[in-house]
């Protein structure tokens, strides 16, 4: 009978098994950390290229901010002349109509009938307050009348001379009442003889501020 010892090549199969597992299981740990790199670069790949577009945006946000500083100071000027052009044509606007409008309302005070520009509401707010500051529509603004009319700096000084002091208190008044006066001041008055009809007259002064 023949014997033949197979039990060192049986352990040799099983030490070449185990070894091929070993490599097996190191491959398989050293391919998912392969996976893992890839994933975690890719990741962080994304991060960056979102950072990119954020930065991108950001300098995109800068460049305009410059170039508008940039132009600031040519838009001050441009702004600054304008203003200016707008407020030299307002100025020869109220130079061409304030004075005009402001004598047709000094003739609107001094017209029988008629009686000073003033807001309806702030009219009959005067009446309650002070019923004597309101002004007499009967009044018969015949009885006086201006001898001399002076302007300067929108303040105005009238002369004139009237019937009587009661005559030019109600032309003080209604002045006073206008929304084309103000700070109307009465200046020492005095009486007179006319020379052409011997009726004694008020010879008086008045000074107001212009509103225009």
Known sequence: ??????????????????????????????????????????????????????????????????????????????????????????????????PSAMMLELARILTPGRGPS?????????????????FNRNWDARRLWLTQFVEDARHVRLTGLARDGEDVSELARRMGLSSYFQDVRLLPAKKIKSKDTGLDLVEFQLEAKVRY
């Open 1 to 98: 009978m023949i014997r033949i010892n197979l039990l060192p090549q049986k352990k040799r199969a099983q030490r070449a098994e185990g070894s091929q597992l070993w490599m097996v299981a190191i491959m398989v740990l050293f391919l998912g950390e392969v996976a893992g790199l890839f994933v975690y670069h890719g990741g962080k790949a994304e991060e960056l290229n979102a950072q990119k577009r954020t930065n991108a945006a950001l300098q995109g946000q800068i460049d305009h901010a410059k170039k508008a500083v940039a132009n600031h100071a040519q838009v001050k000027t441009t702004l600054a002349t304008l203003r200016a052009r707008e407020d030299a044509i307002a100025a020869l606007q109220r130079a061409r109509t304030g």
């Open 118 to 134: 003033i807001a309806p509401e702030r009219l009959s707010e005067i009446r309650r307050d002070n019923p004597m500051a309101d």
